[in-house]
């Protein structure tokens, strides 16, 4: 049976929400407060960029299952369930700023006439379905409502396909009754024998925190490995990769880099600490995966001072990448922002490319050139510093940069360049964790 949902916010993750559940076949009504938002979403228009969501968005639409509002009240008419994908951003302290999510109850709570399930998509310290829970309490009349925790673990750049083919579901919950709802709206995922894991509404949130903590952890983790290859002439890459042919390792998420970034890593390991905090455990090593990732992005900086002679001032720099990965046109959190403003305050003259994220990272950083593409960055330019990993700078023609360049410098942070190929084409090269010219440059 088709269900009524409504889903509160529509980003990255409320938007991949809507139209995965209209496209399960349910009638959703997904309400934002950003009204151009919902003006251009009503008119297929996905707004951010994400593979194959324009797709989705307009085959919903036309279908009639799914629509946008900016009202609450007409949101809320008739659904079954209601799913929050507010924002909930790091506050100054690295705590977890809660104030959208308190502002939707707030305007959610005098709506609640009939039996609704309030399901907590974003990411929220552990503690909090429970407190929503007291706080609809206190407004509500709790017959009408359960609350369940139901985790998001979609990436961005593969949100759809994420969203569709689940490595597990998670589900938190106090009340049985909630099942079989869950079960309801989840029945094609049951139907491709994705796992569900049902379990209390801490357990939900801290799986979530300590999933995200985890990935980051492998990631500073053979960062720190690359740094000492790069000292002994070791290759990383086959480190990683023998190390990945232990099963227990697994090779995902062990490509070095120039420090984690995006919306949640950076924001989530600060959150789990200040939640260590408060219950007075130690978690160090989260602490320490955090520091880890800052000085790897300033250790960047210092690879370019190094290649260019040790001083930056007057030097021009082309950066290749302002996404903070591929597939995104997302820069919140990118290593590209710190890298650049570290460079900038050194002297550095930058002209950046990107072939989707110019236009966010200009509203980050006004005051850099942009440039129409990677090979007009490069013109001039003393140093190609790479900092995202599209397919498109992989297959840079080096020849063709080569001649465009002033000094044939690249410090490759994503290694997505065969270092061979560099150097033959004159090329002074640099990557993360593999020097394998130690001595000859
Ligand atoms: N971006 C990602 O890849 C993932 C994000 N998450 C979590 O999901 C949550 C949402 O993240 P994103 O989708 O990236 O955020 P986002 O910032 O892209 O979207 C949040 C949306 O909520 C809207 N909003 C804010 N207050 C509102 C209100 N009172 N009523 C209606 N709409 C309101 C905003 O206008 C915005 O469109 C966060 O907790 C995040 O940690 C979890 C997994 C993946
Ligand atoms: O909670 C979230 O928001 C999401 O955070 C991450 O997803 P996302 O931030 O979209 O991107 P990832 O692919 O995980 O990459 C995060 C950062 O780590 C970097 N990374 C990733 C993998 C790796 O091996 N090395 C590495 O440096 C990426 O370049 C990027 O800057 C998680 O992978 C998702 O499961 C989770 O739902």
């Known amino acids: 049976m088709p269900m009524k949902i409504a889903v509160v916010g529509t980003g990255y993750v409320g938007l991949t929400t809507c139209v995965g559940l209209a496209d399960f076949g349910n009638h959703v009504v997904g309400v934002d407060i950003d009204r151009e938002k919902v003006a251009r979403l009503s008119a297929g228009d996905p707004v951010i960029y994400e593979a194959g969501l324009e797709y989705y968005l307009r085959e919903n639409l036309a279908a009639g299952r799914l629509s946008f509002t900016t009202s609450m009240k007409e949101a809320l008419r008739d659904a079954e369930v209601v799913f929050l994908a507010v924002g909930t951003p790091e506050k100054e302290n690295g705590e977890a700023d809660l104030s959208q999510i308190e502002a939707v109850l707030e305007e959610l709570a005098p709506l609640i006439d009939h039996y609704l399930v309030v399901v907590t998509k974003s990411t929220v310290p552990v503690g ?94 053979i960062n720190q490995v690359a740094n000492l290859a790069e000292e002994v002439g070791a290759d990383v890459h086959v480190i990683a990769k023998a190390m990945g042919m ?53 250790r960047m900086v210092e690879k370019a001072k190094r290649l260019l002679g040790g001083s930056l001032e007057g030097r021009r720099i082309a950066v290749l990448g302002l996404a903070f990965k591929a597939e995104t046109d997302d820069v919140r959190e990118t290593p590209a922002y710190p890298i650049i403003r570290a460079m900038l305050e050194e002297g550095a003259v930058v002209c950046a490319h990107d072939p989707l994220a110019m236009e966010n990272f200009r509203r980050l950083v ?3 050139e942009y440039a129409e593409n990677e090979y007009e960055a490069a013109r001039g330019a003393d140093l190609v510093l790479i900092c995202t990993e599209w397919n498109e700078y992989r297959n840079l023609d080096l020849e063709r940069v080569a001649e465009l360049m002033r000094e044939r410098k690249i410090l490759d942070t994503r290694n997505v360049l065969d270092p061979e190929r ?20």
Request: aromatic share 12%; hydrophobic share 40%; charged share 25%.
């Open 128 to 221: 909090t379905n429970r407190w929503i829970h007291e706080e609809l309490s206190r407004m509500v009349d709790p017959r009408l409502f359960d609350v369940v925790s139901n985790p998001e673990f979609l990436r961005e750049g593969k949100a759809i396909q994420d969203f569709f083919h689940p490595n597990r579901v998670v589900i938190g919950y106090e009340n049985e009754r909630v099942k079989e709802v869950m079960h309801e709206i989840y029945r094609p995922l049951y139907l491709i024998e994705t796992p569900f894991v049902w379990c209390s509404w801490e357990t939900a949130e801290l799986i979530k925190y300590a999933a995200n903590a985890f990935l980051a952890t492998k990631i500073s983790f």
């Open 366 to 368: 006004p005051s850099i």
């Open 246 to 298: 232990d099963g227990r390792i697994s090779p995902k998420f062990l490509h070095p880099g120039p420090g984690f970034g995006g919306s949640c890593f950076p924001k989530d390991t600060k959150a789990l600490v200040k939640i260590g905090e408060r219950y007075g455990v130690d978690l160090s090593l989260v602490r320490e995966v955090i520091r880890a990732n800052e000085a790897q992005r300033m």
């Open 422 to 441: 560099a150097r033959k084409t004159g090329f002074v090269y640099e990557g993360v964790g593999r020097i394998l010219f130690r001595g000859k440059q």
